[in-house]
């Protein structure tokens, strides 16, 4: 099974600054990652899927890059709405495990 | 409009069996997998399993199996997982997705997630 490390847990950021958020696997999962935004009570929203393809409707502040093992999700200018929890999938094997998540917590 | 449509929450005893569906509209429904997810209180995503319609062809993860029964019918394009010999730790929220790769990457619909609460 593919372990997905995601950091930090939490990050404290103002509105207006840039968040960089990691995910890092334990073995090559080429592109095949997926980042996720997740609002309490809410269904997980996809943002970006084959590391760098931003889905539907999501706003340009958004993007993501990486290969391999190391993955990053940067939101260019944190705006209210972005204040989330946000998980990383990887989809190159089954299990398609997530990363423990990232919490972003308004400073 | 793509729509993903799970039954409502469930309380149950330890020991007992849970079912839930997932009625999908809006798609070709053999055309893509529809993976499940839990999440338990205050903790993250645990992908449980996938099931592909056109064929009935099924992935289980290793913690659940032997637990766990992921089942599709054509004619109402519904999915269904059971969980059977329910223990307090399967005390969560419930999801089904559907989402595709390639050419199909961004599409990506899920569920309204189902309660189940497992209590003596």
């Known amino acids: 099974e593919i372990v997905l490390t995601q950091s930090p847990a939490t990050l404290s950021l103002s509105p207006g600054a840039r968040a960089t958020l990691l995910c890092r696997a334990s073995q090559s999962v080429s592109t095949y990652l997926a980042w996720y935004q997740q609002k309490r009570g809410q269904a997980p929203r996809l943002l970006i899927n084959d590391a760098s393809s931003r889905a539907t409707g999501i706003p340009g502040r958004f993007s993501g890059s990486g290969s391999g093992t190391d993955f990053t999700l940067t939101i260019s200018s944190l705006e209210a709405e972005d204040f989330a929890v946000y998980y990383c999938q990887q989809r190159s094997n089954w299990p398609y495990t997530f990363g423990q998540g990232t919490k972003l917590e308004i400073k | 409009q793509v729509r993903l449509e799970q039954s409502g929450a469930e309380v149950k005893k330890p020991g007992a069996s849970v079912k839930v569906s997932c009625k999908t509209s809006g798609y070709t429904f053999r055309r893509f997998y529809v993976h499940w997810m839990r999440q338990a209180p205050g903790q993250g995503l645990e992908w449980m399993g996938v099931i592909n319609p056109a064929d009935g062809g099924t992935t289980y993860t290793q913690k659940i199996q032997g637990r766990v029964t992921m089942t599709s019918e054509t004619s109402t394009s519904t999915v269904y997982m059971e969980l059977n010999s329910l223990r307090s730790d399967d005390t969560a929220v419930y999801y089904c997705?559907?989402?595709?790769?390639?050419?199909?990457?961004?599409?990506?619909?899920w569920g309204q997630g189902t309660v189940v609460t497992v209590s003596s």
């Open positions: 997705a559907t989402y595709g790769s390639g050419t199909y990457a961004l599409f990506d619909y």
